[in-house]
């Protein structure tokens, strides 16, 4: 089984500490065919290439 585990984070190009649990939390969000958690419901998902590294941006949607 391959796991992915989050190294880190970066907001507006500013380093954050990645939360213990993180990798965790958002594991199941990467199974197919599983409907999304709640929490999950509030974050937009994008999927892009960096500097030759796969990285997911959640950026959080906005309450209006």
Not at 15 to 25: D, F, I
Not at 42 to 47: G, I, K, L
């Amino acid at each position: 089984m391959n796991v992915i585990k989050i190294v880190s984070i970066s907001i507006d190009s500013h380093s954050v500490t990645v939360p213990v649990g993180l990798s965790e939390l958002l594991a199941g969000t990467w199974v197919k065919n599983r409907k999304p958690s709640d929490v999950m419901k509030e974050y937009d998902r994008q999927v892009i290439q960096r500097d030759g590294q796969i990285v997911t941006r959640l950026t959080k949607r906005n309450k209006n």
